[in-house]
């Protein structure tokens, strides 16, 4: 479990699954300049979270971006994953929550297992 994580539960709050970057994201342009370090840092710092109370997801090593958002305001986790995303198991999560926030991020590890675990909470 990631730092920020551990830093951050509530409590009585307990994690329920817990994902990162498919190994694909090491495959881009961003990887070929930067010989790769920059996804790796990406893969060791940023944390995708579904917890009894919420999901948390944090990105950044000095500047941070978080979303923490309770389980009762996500309206759905919507994935996609085109062919190859389905023979690898990789894909793109959406959290859309009331209120019209709308939050994407590529690349995820199992992205069916991050919306089961959120689908089976509510």
């Given at each position: ?24 994201h ?20 940023d ?58 991020f590529?690349e ?15």
């Amino acid at each position: 479990m990631g730092k920020y994580v551990n830093k951050h539960l509530l409590p009585g709050e307990q994690v329920i699954h817990e994902t990162n970057y498919h190994w694909t994201h090491y495959f881009s342009w961003v990887s070929l300049f930067t010989l790769g370090l920059y996804p790796y840092i990406q893969t060791l710092t940023d944390e995708f979270v579904v917890t009894s109370k919420r999901i948390i997801i944090k990105k950044g090593l000095i500047a941070y971006y978080t979303l923490e958002m309770n389980l009762s305001r996500v309206e759905t986790v919507h994935v996609e994953q085109g062919i190859l995303g389905r023979m690898l198991g990789y894909g793109c999560i959406t959290i859309i929550g009331t209120g019209g926030t709308r939050e994407r991020f590529m690349e995820i590890q199992n992205p069916i297992q991050f919306r089961q675990s959120f689908m089976q909470i509510m």
